[in-house]
Nanobody, 119 residues
Framework: QVQLVESGGGLVQAGGSLRLSCVAS????????MGWYRQVPGKQRELVAS???????TYADSVKGRFTIFRDNAKNTVYLQMNSLKPDDTAVYYC?????????????WGQGTQVTVSS
């Protein structure tokens, strides 16, 4: 069974920084892509950043220049470094992984971590 576990969320003042981490564990044979979405109540989940294996990273326009996504493949971990945070970044952040496992290729999700940016 594959699991994704996030950590690193919390409360920070505007202009501050946070780093989110997401570790994938279980019967993983390979990683096609990992990334982060976020969601606020009443709105659709939106893509924040993604990092495919062997491909280019992508970012939402709203976070370009402030957020950086990177992976440690040896640890099956993806990170999201968030700088110059704004109150509009307040959301629940979800990690996802497009992973190859024994049972096939699926998209897995973490449980979500709350990020709150105060003004």
């Amino acid at each position: 069974q594959v699991q994704l576990v996030e950590s690193g969320g919390g409360l920070v003042q505007a202009g501050g920084s946070l780093r989110l981490s997401c570790v994938a564990s279980g019967s993983i044979l390979g990683i096609n892509a990992m990334g982060w979405y976020r969601q606020v109540p009443g709105k659709q989940r939106e893509l924040v950043a993604s990092i495919p294996t062997g491909g280019a990273t992508t970012y939402a326009d709203s976070v370009k220049g402030r957020f950086t996504i990177f992976r440690d493949n040896a640890k099956n971990t993806v990170y999201l470094q968030m700088n110059s945070l704004k109150p509009d970044d307040t959301a629940v952040y979800y990690c996802y992984g497009n992973l190859r496992s024994v049972g096939g290729t699926f998209v897995y999700w973490g449980q979500g971590t709350q990020v709150t940016v105060s003004s």
